[in-house]
């Protein structure tokens, strides 16, 4: 069995948990529950970066993560959720862009469903994948939180 470590971090828009385990940070989510790792809960140096260039971005001092990622998912998951990484901080595409550029162009609702399941928030970025027509559509942490990291990225 994967040794799994955890951390919270309390962002300007949420609660967000880390889970990481010896291969990368398998989940970044925003959670209602604003406990603190306890003291004597491990940790480890994955989560401790991650935390550290969390903190960055939201400070508005880094644009770029470099983390490991353990990317839990399909493989068309996976592949989509690569796609993402590769948007660049304070720009956008549509999940038809997105689908084009793994080179599935009637997979439309496919990527919606793949990028709605994406584990890892943030770092991942399907926060910047929009409507066809720019319109903001769906954020699994909240049209609201989708807002305002557009906002923090200049976008909106």
């Known amino acids: 069995m994967v040794e799994e470590f955890k951390t919270f971090y309390q962002s300007p ?3 967000i948990e880390i889970v990481a385990n ?3 940070i398998t989940r970044i989510d925003f959670v209602n529950n604003k406990s603190k790792r306890k003291s004597d ?3 480890n140096e994955i989560l401790d ?3 550290k260039q969390l903190d960055e971005y939201f400070k508005g ?3 770029t993560f470099n983390l490991n990622l353990n990317l839990i998912g399909t493989e068309f998951q996976k592949r989509v959720w690569q796609e993402l990484l ?5 720009k956008t595409l549509s999940y038809r862009d997105v689908a084009n550029r793994i080179k599935n162009p009637k997979a439309v609702r496919a990527v919606g469903q793949a990028i709605g399941k994406n584990p890892i928030s943030i770092v991942v970025p399907c926060h910047r994948v929009i409507g066809s027509d720019g319109s903001l559509t769906g954020y699994a942490s909240g049209l609201k939180r989708k ?3 557009l906002k923090h990225e200049g976008i909106l």
Do not use: Y
């Open 13 to 15: 828009i949420g609660v």
């Open 22 to 24: 010896q291969k990368g």
């Open 41 to 43: 809960e491990p940790s």
């Open 49 to 51: 970066e991650c935390v």
């Open 61 to 63: 001092q880094r644009k």
């Open 86 to 90: 590769k948007i660049p901080f304070g």
């Open 147 to 149: 807002e305002w990291l």
